[in-house]
């Protein structure tokens, strides 16, 4: 919101403070002002000038030159080249020696053999955007009313001397988008009373029921809708200061009556239309929801497409505005109009953004009737309208006003106690400043035994319960007074919990190991959310997705990530290590909505370890990916507790991918991504593994224990077993570990052999067995019992036999 400095004056004494300290002052009550703009700062020597008389320029076809008194002594010839340029105008005139924005400074010149001492401006010149001057200005030079002065300064009566608050207003302000809003909040600030225009409306005998008719069908849209008629009017420009004041807000000139209604918007809050009553094309007024498909021209000549979700004026037969959003081209106000309908009327908010989202228009109107607006004011912006088209456009008013429709107008009645004020701002503030501070912001209040029972006017909708009353009561006895205190109640010193934990445990250790933390979108396609999920569930669809690449929750990880190595490979970086923890989300069966389930995922391509020189490079293998993991088990004490298994899964090579169980659940997966999944990525040959966090996280796990370096030495044996190519090495393991028992200390492959020595069908797998007792020296008798027992037990549950 825009506020002239200059307009504000007129409705709060301001006693000539300086814009500065005014903004200062409303940024410590509680809205920030977000700048504060000199229009017309640095700029001098600028003067009105009356053209006395003009000719074309001997040596050029689209330059003229004029005599323009500029109230000196003698005229002065200026060369001009605008088009709109003529013999008795009077215009803005840099002298010899001024000063323009970008300081551009003006100097006795000569343009084609003919003297020019000083420049006819346009408006843009004077540093007012292009977008704001009115279109009949928007390629020549500005032409000043008949009424000023040669030689007067032309700054102040473009209003060029004004300064302007630029409010950033959070949504629930709406009562500060209007002048008289922001009255009501600096009167509030500096304890001032608000003066509000005067309206004396003189009505014509002729009333207003008389010409129109106005019905409401859908009125939950539209509770009430006030018009009015003026007759009679002359469609010309609006008073120079109108225009000015209009600018300064950001809205361009159009008409008077046009800029009538905006004038109003802006001082009142409260948005009008005008309608040319002629061309409505019938004597009533209905408003309906429209009918899907329906056509409509809007103002700017667009034909829209409507549904039933946009409410639409008509005239009984066809739309003549989509409310609160634009009028339509058949109703324009134009240079031909002499009758005026004024529309007053109060629509839903959240009508009005549909339509205004549906077709792109948003406008000053719409956005004010989106965040509310006060239906205590629709009757007096009307009124004040047809005050200024009387004024302004010779217009005569017709009597009374046609409303249909009725809206509460009762104001909100909300209580709240000192106690509560002084508790929750940590205050010790006495009822009588509490009631002082309600009265500033012109709040009715009662005081019923250290209760305040305060009635709120219909302007300020935002405050609706005890809370609201507390922050008003806080910023206008200003933030900055509230004192220092200290929470009350029990403390607990900060921590992570032991998710958080391990959570952190589990980054630290992958990038210790190598890897950097990825993170990727949340969102994919249909197609990508359902590739390598961990649970098959049915994929969940955004109602409003920004793309159809980006319509779904994830169910897994690895697809982003996947997307991640495809970008790198494609900038030749061949080598990474990348990790992701991250959300999946689960659509659960009869709940509204989903499960939201935290995975660990990552992708290792390309080398692991290089050697520039004096050693061998190690390319990434399934053996790295599962060692990091097993290294990440060891971390969270949980690696005696997982087991490895062959598994086959949609993108993964068939015989390099294992299932990951924890106590016998399976929790996630490694492998190698499919050859052919690969090369429609165009990427190298890469590792994944993705891992649900929760069981890993809330496992049980034992508290660390100590044990003393051994002071006895082990025994190892190193045995190699045949069996059937289809027998895994992890089955081998397991029967190993359950003989050995507890001398048993560890268990490794060493070995893996298939060949022309071997029976075809069979493979040789060599383990080498360590054996070992804290409490004494091993004889050999006692190793050979316990390993005579694992060799027996293997024969019986694997059919292996020790390679001769």
């Avoid at 469609?235 to 009556?257: C, D, F, K, T, Y």
Wanted: proline letters at 4%; charged letters at 30%; a negative charge.
């Amino acid at each position: 919101m825009f506020v002239s400095y200059k307009w504000l004056s007129e409705y709060v004494d301001l006693d000539g403070m300086p814009s500065k300290e005014l903004a200062e002052k409303i940024t410590r009550s509680g809205i920030e002002v977000e700048g504060v703009d000199m229009l017309g700062a640095g700029i001098k020597g600028v003067v009105i000038g009356h053209v006395l008389e003009k000719e074309q320029h001997p040596n050029a076809d689209k330059l003229n030159v004029c005599q323009v008194d500029i109230g000196e002594e003698e005229p002065v010839q200026i060369v001009c080249g605008a088009p709109n340029v003529d013999k008795g105008q009077k215009v803005a005139v840099a002298k010899v020696g001024a000063v323009l924005p970008g300081n551009f400074k003006i100097k006795k010149a000569k343009l084609r053999g003919e003297a020019s001492n000083g420049m006819i401006c346009s408006l843009q010149e004077l540093g007012i955007e292009s977008k704001l001057v009115a279109k009949e200005y928007s390629e020549g030079i500005f032409v000043f009313p008949n009424d000023v002065t040669p030689g007067e300064d032309a700054l102040l009566q473009l209003n060029l001397d004004d300064e302007v608050l630029e409010l950033g207003l959070t949504p629930n302000r709406s009562d500060c988008l209007s002048m008289i809003g922001v009255a009501y909040e600096v009167a509030a600030i500096l304890d001032k009373e608000v003066k509000l225009p005067e309206i004396e409306v003189e009505e014509a005998a002729e009333r207003t029921e008389d010409w129109i008719k106005v019905s409401i069908e859908a009125k939950e849209d539209n509770p009430i809708y006030i018009a009015r008629i003026v007759k009679d009017v002359k469609i010309g420009p609006s008073p120079l200061w109108m225009q000015a004041r209009l600018m300064a807000e950001g809205i361009r000139p159009h008409n008077n009556v046009v800029d009538i209604t905006n004038y109003i918007l802006l001082e009142y809050g409260q948005p009008l239309h005008a309608f040319d009553y002629d061309r409505l094309g019938s004597k009533e007024i209905v408003v309906r929801r429209a009918q899907d498909g329906e056509q409509f021209v809007t103002l700017d000549n667009a034909e829209r497409t409507l549904s039933s979700e946009h409410l639409l004026i008509t005239n009984g037969k066809e739309g003549v505005a989509l409310a609160g959003v634009m009028g339509g081209a058949n109703s324009e106000v134009e240079a031909d109009t002499t009758r005026v309908l004024i529309e007053s009327a109060y629509f839903n908010g959240q009508r009005v953004r549909q339509a205004s989202k549906d077709h792109g228009l948003r406008s000053e109107a719409s956005a004010r009737f989106e965040k509310g607006v006060d239906p205590n004011r629709l009757q007096a912006a009307a009124d004040r309208a047809a005050q200024l088209m009387a004024q302004y456009a010779g217009g005569q008013v017709l009597a009374g006003s046609v409303v249909a429709g009725e809206i509460d107008l009762e104001p909100k009645v909300v209580s709240v106690t000192l106690e509560k004020l002084n508790r929750v701002l940590g205050t010790n503030l006495q009822a009588a400043e509490v009631e002082d501070i309600f009265r500033r912001l012109k709040f009715e209040v009662k005081t019923d035994n250290e209760e305040f029972i305060v009635t709120v006017p219909t302007r300020r909708g935002d405050i609706t319960i005890a809370e609201d009353l507390v922050e008003e009561v806080a910023r206008l006895y200003g933030y900055d007074h509230l004192p220092t205190t200290v929470p009350v109640g029990a403390t607990y010193p900060g921590g992570l919990t032991d998710y958080q934990e391990k959570r952190r445990t589990v980054r630290r250790f992958l990038e210790g190991a190598g890897f950097n933390q990825a993170i990727t979108y949340t969102l994919t396609s249909e197609k990508k959310s359902q590739e390598y999920a961990l649970e098959s569930r049915e994929p969940i669809k955004l109602a409003m997705p920004m793309s159809e690449e980006h319509a779904y929750l994830r169910l897994s990880i690895i697809p982003q990530l996947l997307g991640v190595v495809s970008y790198n490979n494609a900038r030749q970086i061949d080598s990474l290590a990348l990790y992701e923890v991250g959300s999946v989300f689960l659509k659960e069966s009869g709940a509204e909505l989903p499960t939201e389930e935290e995975h660990l995922a990552g992708a290792i391509t390309g080398l692991w370890e290089e050697n520039l020189w004096q050693g061998e490079n190690k390319a990434a293998d399934f053996f790295v990916a599962k060692g990091v993991l097993e290294g990440l088990f060891a971390k969270l004490g949980l690696l005696e507790r997982v087991a490895f298994k062959k598994a086959e899964i949609a993108g993964m090579h068939p015989g390099r991918t294992a299932a990951i169980e924890l106590d016998g659940q399976e929790i996630g997966f490694v492998g190698q991504v499919h050859p052919q999944q690969a090369k429609d990525l165009d990427i190298k040959e890469t590792y994944l593994f993705e891992l649900k966090l929760s069981p890993l996280f809330t496992a049980e796990t034992e508290a660390v224990t100590y044990e003393p370096i051994p002071r006895f030495p082990s025994i190892t044996r190193d045995i190699a077993l045949v069996v059937d190519t289809n027998v895994e090495a992890g089955k081998l393991e397991e029967i190993i570990k359950e003989a050995g028992g507890k001398l048993l200390k560890d268990v490794r492959v060493f070995d893996l052999y298939e060949g022309e020595h071997i029976e075809a069908g069979k493979k040789s797998i060599a383990f080498s067995l360590k054996y070992f007792d804290p409490e004494k020296t091993l004889t050999d008798e006692e190793v050979v019992k316990v390993h005579d027992g694992v060799l027996e037990a293997l024969k019986e549950k694997a059919g292996a036999e020790l390679r001769s």
